[in-house]
């Protein structure tokens, strides 16, 4: 069995756009309104020698914000206990939310390797002032990335291949 590697975050962070870039084409469907990704999404990929499975996850159709809640918290946990790693994805321009303390909860409780990838960090010279406050999370792999820019993809797949 090849590893599961899922990509886990509140809606609108950044993970369809991430999976989409890691797999080279738009499986996933990217937009600005949160809950597009109805489904898992899964493809195999390869980075430096290491195959896995990846997975993007999603499946959350806005309403009221406590539905919206169980749903974030629910796409958690079923990726979480089908993965090896899980790629924790925030937005490092919108800062920490209360839903992305929601999947910081359910992560801290599983014993998966997590790795938070603070997103939409597309300069990287200048990002140090956004990423600290995630520091919070208490996440001890930390990357600032940029998934539509493509910044910091292959150090966050050493990082991913690392935990196989
Ligand atoms: P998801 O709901 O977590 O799957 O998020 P999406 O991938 O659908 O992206 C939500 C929005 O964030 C879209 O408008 C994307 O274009 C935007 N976005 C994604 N990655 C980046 C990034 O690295 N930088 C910036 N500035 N915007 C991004
Ligand atoms: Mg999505």
């Given amino acids: 069995m090849k590893p599961v590697v899922a990509i886990v975050g509140r809606p609108n962070v950044g993970k369809s756009t991430l999976f989409n870039k890691l797999i080279g084409e738009r499986a996933a469907i990217v937009k600005d309104v949160p809950g597009v990704t109805r489904d898992r999404l899964y493809r195999d990929i390869e980075w430096s020698g290491h195959e896995f499975l990846l997975v993007d996850t999603g499946g959350l159709e806005p309403n009221t914000k406590d539905y919206i809640m169980s749903k974030v918290r629910y796409q958690a946990e079923v990726a979480i206990e089908e993965a090896d790693v899980v790629v924790f994805i925030v937005d ?64 966050l797949l050493d990082l991913v291949i690392e935990k196989f």
């Fill in 92 to 155: 490092g321009q919108a800062g920490v939310t209360a839903l992305d303390e929601e999947v910081a909860y359910v992560l801290r409780k599983k014993n998966k390797h997590v790795i938070l990838a603070v997103n939409k960090i597309d300069n990287l010279e200048k990002h140090s002032e956004l990423v600290y406050e995630f520091y919070g999370l208490g996440f001890e792999n930390f990357i600032a990335i940029s998934g539509e820019h493509k910044q910091n993809l292959g150090d």
